[in-house]
């Protein structure tokens, strides 16, 4: 009597379970790098079948040897502990996925030594495209990795004068973006504005704030520079104690003699955070402060009251980011110039903002 025995990981092929399948191993190639669009529901059903019943995974080293490159995107992101991050390994991993990548995620608390420790660590383990999430405002500390061919791709970030080289990059209009959320708050009668950041250090808040800058020059409102609370230059960013932070400064903000009247988060973070601080101040949101925030985490719409916030398209953005670097991947000769894809943000009106009490 012959034993149905599986084989054991090391010894099943691709041809082994093309072969239990009844497909050719081309077929069971394209289901494991996501390449579905052209084969029946049954036939990749079928292959999905054999690979389970087998016991089959790819080999990582076979791949490396064969490509190049191992089939995982990494991803460099400052703190999950920000919501805002998780959603966005989330959205990557959901498009990789779809093409047969996994991703690996670190988190650099945006620090530029650990962030180039970690792409140095993703190298070395044959994998070759990143995306950043720092905005840093230099990438001087990459350019060794992307001389020996790093595939990079930079979130929230445009090309800055000083970058001595070209990247592929993916951001809303921050600057955009600052002004949406000042024009709203204008729209409602609020002239004293004040905005809450960590250190104003990286591309996407330097734009935001430019863009509250513009929002209020336009209406002929002169900048306060009281008005906006920066957190001390050599504390973190504040991408894990953002809402610690803001809810300080918002206390510091209420406390002055002429306090705003609505106040603008630099990320949904700061925005929940400044709740806190108008809450410690015994008033009352919106009816004595308004209050705007960035991202649109998964916790503003469930705030008390809800979080208007300025929307980042983050699927589609992701989406756009990840198929890039596969397309620079598997075609690393002929993928085009460096790209900047730039998306629209837009205003998520909630409970958060009213018009001011006169």
Same mark, same amino acid.
């Given at each position: 009597?012959?034993?149905?025995?599986?084989?054991?990981?090391?010894?099943?092929?691709?041809?082994?379970?093309?072969?239990?399948?009844?497909?050719?191993?081309?077929?069971?190639?394209?289901?494991?790098?996501?390449?579905?669009?052209?084969?029946?529901?049954?036939?990749?059903?079928?292959?999905?079948?054999?690979?389970?019943?087998?016991?089959?995974?790819?080999?990582?080293?076979?791949?490396?040897?064969?490509?190049?490159?191992?089939?995982?995107?990494?991803?460099?992101?400052?703190?999950?502990?920000?919501?805002?991050?998780?959603?966005?390994?989330?959205?990557?991993?959901?498009?990789?996925?779809?093409?047969?990548?996994?991703?690996?995620?670190?988190?650099?608390?945006?620090?530029?030594?650990?962030?180039?420790?970690?792409?140095?660590?993703?190298?070395?383990?044959?994998?070759?495209?990143?995306?950043?999430?720092?905005?840093?405002?230099?990438?001087?500390?990459?350019?060794?990795?992307?001389?020996?061919?790093?595939?990079?791709?930079?979130?929230?970030?445009?090309?800055?004068?000083?970058?001595?080289?070209?990247?592929?990059?993916?951001?809303?209009?921050?600057?955009?973006?600052?002004?949406?959320?000042?024009?709203?708050?204008?729209?409602?009668?609020?002239?004293?504005?004040?905005?809450?950041?960590?250190?104003?250090?990286?591309?996407?808040?330097?734009?935001? $704030?430019?863009?509250? +800058?513009?929002? !209020?020059? #336009?209406?002929?409102?002169?900048?306060?520079? =009281? %008005? /906006?609370?920066?957190?001390?230059?050599?504390?973190?960013?504040?991408?894990?104690?953002?809402?610690?932070?803001?809810?300080?400064?918002?206390?510091?903000?209420?406390?002055?003699?002429?306090?705003?009247?609505?106040?603008?988060?630099?990320?949904?973070?700061?925005?929940?955070?400044?709740?806190?601080?108008?809450?410690?101040?015994?008033?009352?949101?919106?009816?004595?402060?308004?209050?705007?925030?960035?991202?649109?985490?998964?916790?503003?719409?469930?705030?008390?009251?809800? $979080?208007?916030?300025? +929307?980042?398209? !983050?699927? #589609?953005?992701?989406?756009?980011?990840?198929? =890039? %670097? /596969?397309?620079?991947?598997?075609?690393?000769?002929?993928?085009?110039?460096?790209?900047?894809?730039?998306?629209?943000?837009?205003?998520?009106?909630?409970?958060?903002?009213?018009?001011?009490?006169?």
């Amino acid at each position: 009597m012959v034993k149905d025995k599986k084989k054991s990981f090391h010894e099943v092929t691709i041809q082994d379970v093309a072969r239990l399948a009844g497909v050719s191993p081309t077929s069971v190639s394209n289901v494991l790098n996501g390449r579905l669009e052209r084969m029946g529901k049954e036939t990749v059903e079928r292959i999905q079948r054999a690979i389970k019943q087998l016991g089959y995974t790819p080999s990582l080293v076979a791949r490396q040897l064969k490509t190049g490159y191992v089939p995982i995107i990494g991803l460099i992101v400052p703190s999950v502990a920000n919501p805002f991050w998780g959603a966005f390994a989330s959205a990557a991993e959901e498009t990789a996925l779809r093409h047969g990548f996994r991703v690996l995620l670190c988190n650099s608390e945006r620090n530029l030594t650990r962030e180039q420790s970690y792409a140095e660590d993703m190298w070395a383990q044959g994998i070759r495209a990143i995306i950043f999430g720092s905005s840093s405002l230099s990438l001087t500390h990459l350019f060794s990795l992307v001389e020996r061919g790093l595939h990079t791709i930079t979130f929230d970030r445009h090309t800055q004068p000083d970058d001595s080289f070209d990247i592929d990059s993916v951001s809303i209009d921050n600057m955009l973006a600052g002004r949406l959320a000042t024009e709203h708050l204008l729209a409602l009668g609020h002239r004293r504005i004040g905005l809450l950041s960590g250190p104003i250090r990286t591309v996407s808040r330097i734009d935001r $704030l430019r863009g509250y +800058r513009a929002a !209020l020059a #336009e209406a002929g409102i002169a900048v306060d520079p =009281r %008005l /906006i609370w920066e957190a001390a230059p050599d504390s973190s960013f504040g991408d894990i104690e953002g809402a610690v932070l803001s809810r300080i400064g918002a206390r510091e903000l209420l406390s002055l003699e002429h306090p705003p009247s609505a106040i603008i988060g630099i990320n949904d973070l700061y925005a929940l955070g400044a709740y806190a601080g108008v809450h410690d101040m015994r008033l009352s949101i919106p009816s004595a402060c308004s209050i705007v925030g960035f991202d649109d985490i998964m916790f503003a719409e469930i705030a008390q009251p809800p $979080l208007t916030t300025i +929307r980042q398209p !983050l699927q #589609e953005m992701l989406r756009v980011a990840v198929e =890039r %670097l /596969i397309e620079r991947l598997e075609h690393a000769n002929d993928a085009g110039d460096m790209v900047h894809h730039s998306f629209t943000p837009e205003l998520i009106v909630r409970g958060s903002t009213a018009p001011i009490l006169t």
